[in-house]
């Protein structure tokens, strides 16, 4: 073994002793949030943003480590925390009382652990770290390209940094630092928050639909002023009829085809909710919510 690779597993040896690696499942007691190590970092705001959220942990002295290459066990203990997880299923790989397996059991269940070969003390690459991710986000984005690797589709996505200048774009094989990792999560927590409130304004506005006299009743979600939500009628002659934020609206049910809705962030653009009604009167709904594949 080298002594960057007896360094790397010294260094996880102890991060999991003082809780970094530790999750909500350990009973260590995690330290307050301070700036020590990463005060300078390109990925503060994430890493604090993850302590914040308690997907992420510091040491005792308040330390991160950001430019220590992550672990599997490391990362899945986030992803779990980062999905709230609870139900368990059997990792026999790890013995009782085992820092992670808790955090394991629970992505096992999940699916996380799909094609994925259990070592908490290994340091992940960028392919290992996005197969994680996809396995983690399929109940909310679905499968990825199939054109791409895991690295090359997460990189498209815009979640992972591609590769240096002068080297292939998507190298698979490239370290994933804990300020990488910090990053990525941080990505996976703000979707996860979008999708939830696209799901909440389209069920609010799904409940207002109503069909009366030959007429489709409703009103579109006031929101919040972080996105933009939009109710698309298509009409007969394939014109459009549409209505935003907080308006009401009432349509013959003779003069349209279908009807969309969409929840958009005001910022990025990104779709929180996407819903389709293919067969007016009818108000059976189809998710189209935008997924990884693309």
């Known amino acids: 073994m080298n002594k960057r690779a007896m360094m790397s597993c010294l260094l996880a040896s102890v991060l999991a002793m003082t809780g970094v690696t530790g999750v909500v499942d350990s009973p260590t007691v995690q330290a307050k949030a301070s700036e020590k190590d990463y005060a300078s970092h390109t990925a503060k705001a994430a890493i604090d943003f993850g302590v914040q959220k308690k997907y992420l942990w510091l040491d005792s002295k308040g ?28 990792v026999p790989q790890l013995p009782a009382g085992h820092w992670a397996k808790m955090s ?31 396995n983690t986000w399929k109940p909310y984005r679905g499968e990825k390209s199939p054109n791409l690797t895991n690295t090359g ?4 996505w815009g979640w992972m940094k591609p590769a240096p200048n002068g080297q292939p774009k998507f190298r698979e094989d490239l370290p994933v630092l804990r300020s990488d990792a910090a990053e990525i999560l941080q990505f996976m927590w703000q979707d996860k928050w979008e999708l939830e409130q696209g799901r909440k304004y389209a069920d609010e506005f799904h409940k207002s639909l109503k069909v009366v006299n030959g007429k489709i009743t409703g009103k579109v979600p006031k929101g919040d002023g972080n996105f933009l939500i939009r109710a698309m009628f298509i009409t007969i002659g394939d014109g459009r009829n ?3 934020n907080n308006e009401s609206f009432s349509v013959p049910v003779s003069s349209v085809k279908s009807l969309s809705f969409q929840v958009t962030n005001s910022k ?6 996407g819903y389709w009604y293919p067969k007016l009167p009818k108000l059976d709904r189809e998710n189209r919510t935008q997924k990884f594949y693309r």
């Open 63 to 90: 330390n991160f480590y950001p430019n220590s290459q992550i672990t599997q066990g490391q990362f899945i203990a986030s992803l779990v925390a980062v999905r709230g997880l609870k139900e368990v299923a059997p």
């Open 104 to 134: 394991y059991e629970k992505a096992q269940k999940a699916g996380i652990l799909d094609n994925v070969k259990i070592d908490p003390n290994r340091l992940l690459t960028k392919e290992e770290t996005a197969l994680l991710v996809f």
């Open 153 to 156: 589709a997460l990189v498209t």
């Open 242 to 244: 549409g209505f935003l």
């Open 268 to 273: 990025d653009s990104g779709i929180a909710g």
